[in-house]
């Protein structure tokens, strides 16, 4: 339901917030396991990937998020 992807989203804003950034990874896949091209869950993984080196990931999440 959309109201659990919000509930889900502000999760991993805080995990991420805390320095807890696997844990927010993980909250915004499980996003997409359920809405496989939230836009926002997708730019937010993007967005992290970079923050932490990642710039392959970071990349192939920042294009897929500017495809919907």
Do not use: H
């Not at 991993?12 to 927010?24: C, E, F, H, I, K």
């Not at 997409?32 to 926002?40: I, M």
């Amino acid at each position: 339901s959309p109201l659990n992807v919000e509930a889900l989203r502000n999760l991993a804003d805080l995990y991420a917030d805390s320095g807890r950034v696997d844990d927010a990874l993980n909250v915004l896949k499980d996003i997409l396991t359920k809405k496989p091209n939230d836009q926002e869950s997708l730019q937010k993984i993007g967005t992290l990937c970079g923050a932490l080196g990642r710039t392959e990931d970071a990349a192939f999440f920042m294009a897929r998020a500017s495809q919907g």
